[in-house]
């Protein structure tokens, strides 16, 4: 018999057999591996990405699955099989104790797509290169984060904010885009050494590119997280992606090119300079060209810098003048160490820091409280790995509930209470060793680099705001509470809902 006639005398078994298999291989692909953490039940293909199409807070929402199937708990996003780690302990015993096993990087396509292939710090990877990579960053950066550097760098923009600030005194103003503003010009100075004016087109225009690219991005795209969608042409969604990415790294690039073509090795002008004398010193080390610290590499660390530094500390001062607004009694013991120890003559400096504890308190306690930084950003397991009984096969995902940690009760006492005393000793004039839950920075091998960076920024910018002005709630608004998260930005919303406040000079 013909194989056709075959065929078409069995289509129907034939078909059968067809549907059975593609059922079989679907719920197959949804089971746990053998040894996996527990977990809610997986939909073919998609997994649990449901999970996260919610309007309850990503942390809750961990926090739910947590009690439900335990502190370290399994999901499926897409291809991607993901543990969750939401217990302080849990997180230690994974970042510090098997440090090398917990610091790898997924494989996503956005992130593929904005480092040009893995190029940066931030999204890169485990490996010599990374490690190379961070060592020079993070000598770069400390380099401005040290001395007198970075206060220079906050006062240089302190004449732009006042402007702005005294010409809206009395009004109702959001200062929202006033940080904005400040935060970006002082990392445009740190990174490109470009000192822009407070109005500058070009900060709007940088600020309607990063909008196009969140409204683009939202959770992220599918093909991050379906492996077989990378067969497949590109959607005009990431077309679109790309599209803004590099628009983004035209200016960048542009800007590596003027500073490679002014280099001066006795004039270092920012962070764009040290990292060409780094990769002058490459080159000198490896022969006559830079092997590992190429420009794209040094284009995508300066972009890592400038990312991760407006995209964090800019949350963290919305939520510190909301939360100071919300606590009269808490912000007038602020404002009496400031004007006792820094007062009006003279501008907040980096070496206050140590006069200051119920202000430092104050700021750590807004580093828990806003938690801006979520869930840190997504690890991957570097190797085949036993971890708490469970086996964790390599390239598994690995989040961290950083902020359910912080509002972890077992952890913190009244963790919904605004409380600075947590870091002070019993007298309240000293500061004390923070407590391991205490974790905004996540810890370990990919632990924030930029942490003195951002905490010295944090508190020239805080000190010399509650030095000059006072914030107060708009008339006939004043039971509204600014202290709700902004949930129009997603599960992952790290700041507070835009409010307005009337400013009033000292
Ligand atoms: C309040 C401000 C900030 C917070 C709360 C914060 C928090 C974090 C967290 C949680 C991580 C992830 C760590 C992990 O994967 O375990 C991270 C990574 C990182 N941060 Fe920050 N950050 C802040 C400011 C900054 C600043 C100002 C810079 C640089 C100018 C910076 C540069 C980086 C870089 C490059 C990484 C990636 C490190 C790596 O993968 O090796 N951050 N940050």
Redesign the pocket.
């Known amino acids: 018999m013909a194989v056709a006639e075959l065929i078409a005398e069995n289509a129907g078994t034939l078909l059968l057999f067809l549907v059975t298999l593609v059922v079989i291989l679907l719920y197959q692909n949804t089971r746990r591996p053998t040894g996996f953490p527990p977990g809610p039940p997986a939909l073919p293909i998609i997994g649990n990405v449901l999970t996260f199409r919610s309007s309850e807070p990503i942390y809750h929402i961990f926090g739910r699955l947590a009690e439900q199937y335990g502190r370290i708990f399994s999901l499926k996003l897409g291809s991607f099989w993901v543990i969750v780690l939401n217990d302080i302990e849990d997180i230690r015993e994974a970042l510090i104790k098997q440090p090398i096993a917990f610091a790898g990087r997924p494989n996503l396509y956005t992130t593929q797509i904005a480092t040009e292939g893995f190029q940066d710090?931030?999204f890169t990877d485990y490996g010599p290169d990374w490690q190379l990579h961070?060592k020079i960053?993070n000598a770069a950066?400390r380099h401005f984060a040290s001395g007198d550097k970075l206060d220079k760098l906050v006062h240089g923009v302190l004449p732009g904010v006042a402007k702005v600030l005294d010409r809206s005194v009395g009004k109702a103003l959001d200062l929202k885009d006033v940080i904005d503003r400040f935060i970006y010009i002082v990392l445009a100075n740190m990174c490109y050494g470009k000192g822009y004016d407070f109005d500058d087109p070009l900060l709007t225009e940088w600020f309607a590119l990063n909008k196009e690219l969140q409204q683009v991005l939202g959770g992220g795209l599918p093909r991050d997280f379906i492996h077989s969608l990378k067969c497949l042409p590109l959607t005009s969604r990431e077309k679109q992606l790309k599209e803004l990415v590099d628009k983004g790294l035209e200016f960048v690039y542009k800007e590596f090119k003027g500073h490679r073509d002014t280099f001066d090795p006795n004039n270092i002008r920012d962070l764009f300079d040290s990292l060409i004398a780094a990769q002058k010193e490459d080159a000198e080390e490896t022969g006559s060209k830079a092997e590992f610290l190429t420009d794209v590499r040094v284009i995508q660390t300066v972009n890592?810098?400038f990312g991760?530094?407006t995209g964090?500390?800019i949350p963290?001062l919305y939520w510190a003048i909301a939360i100071m607004i919300e606590h009269p009694e808490i912000l007038e013991r602020v404002t009496k160490e400031i004007d006792e120890v820094i007062g009006q003559d003279r501008l907040p400096s980096l070496s206050d820091r140590g006069s200051m504890p119920y202000t430092e308190a104050t700021l750590m306690e807004v580093?828990r409280y806003g938690s801006?930084?979520v869930i840190?950003?997504p690890?991957s397991v570097t190797k085949d790995t036993t971890f708490r009984g469970f086996t964790i096969p390599k390239d598994t995902m690995v989040l961290l509930n950083?902020k359910g940690v912080h509002f972890d009760q077992r952890h913190w006492d009244e963790p919904h209470q605004f409380k600075p005393e947590r870091f002070l000793d019993e007298s309240g004039t000293h500061m004390i060793k923070p407590p391991a839950s205490f974790v905004?920075?996540?810890i370990?091998r990919?632990?924030?680099?930029?942490?003195n960076?951002?905490k010295g920024e944090?508190f020239l910018v805080f000190c010399w705001l509650f030095g000059r002005y006072s914030f107060a709630k708009v008339p006939g608004r004043e039971s509204e509470s600014l202290l709700q998260l902004n949930m129009d930005l997603g599960s992952f919303a790290n700041e507070p809902k835009p409010f307005e406040v009337i400013v009033s000079k000292k």
């Open positions: 710090i931030a961070r960053g950066l890592d810098m991760a530094g964090t500390t963290t580093n801006v930084s840190g950003l690890k950083l905004p920075f996540s370990g990919r632990s924030c680099i930029g942490e960076f951002a944090i």
